[in-house]
């Protein structure tokens, strides 16, 4: 009985490696993406907020939203992803998409600095510091990205940078279906 014990951690070895190995496999095949967790926003309405503007110190609620198809992008100058897609983000408001940017858990000043140096691809930029609109988004990090409809709801969560791949491929043909269902939708 004492000799069986001294299997236990090897068995307990190979049992995480069999589980690692299905894991990757799946990942490999395209079956599992551990960026897609599912959000128990979507198809619901963009939680309601009022929080200060990070340039102005204005209040900024959901009603800015209201009536348009817009991006909600979470940030934060901490995040090195979000160093990646800030750029691209600039592009797509120069091609007329509007963002309301979620500064997160951040340092307010950092926030500006970074805005001036690397450019405001905002409609408006709202200060979460204490991460309570995060918190009701259900943020699990940043970036993460909200395709918000007309009438203010979720229609999508994207968990990580945006770039041409995922705007192509994931972002760019909801939001064509969304603006082909009309002003309703």
Not at 93 to 113: F, M
Not at 114 to 126: D, H, Q, S, T
Not at 136 to 142: F, K, M, Q, R, S
Request: with cysteine.
């Amino acid at each position: 009985m004492q000799r069986l014990k001294l299997f236990i951690p090897l068995l307990i070895f190979v049992i995480l490696a069999a589980f690692f190995f299905v894991v990757q496999k799946r990942i490999g095949s395209g079956d599992y993406d551990p960026q897609n967790m599912p959000s128990a926003l979507l198809d619901k309405p963009m939680p309601a907020f009022e929080l200060p503007d990070l340039l102005t110190g204005d209040p900024v609620t959901g009603a800015l939203l209201h009536g348009k198809v817009a991006l909600v992008n979470v940030w934060a100058t901490w995040c090195p992803s979000c160093h990646y897609e800030h750029p691209y983000l600039v592009s797509l408001a120069q091609q007329g998409v509007s963002i309301l940017g979620v500064d997160y858990k951040d340092e307010p000043e950092k926030a500006r600095q970074w805005l001036r140096e690397k450019g405001n691809p905002y409609a408006a930029v709202v200060d979460d510091r204490a991460g309570n609109l995060g918190l009701d988004l259900g943020v699990t990090g940043a970036p993460e990205t909200y395709l918000i409809d007309s009438r203010g709801v979720v229609r999508l969560r994207y968990q990580g940078p945006l770039d041409e791949r995922v705007w192509t491929e994931t972002v760019q043909p909801l939001l064509d279906r969304i603006r082909s269902e009309g002003p309703g939708a």
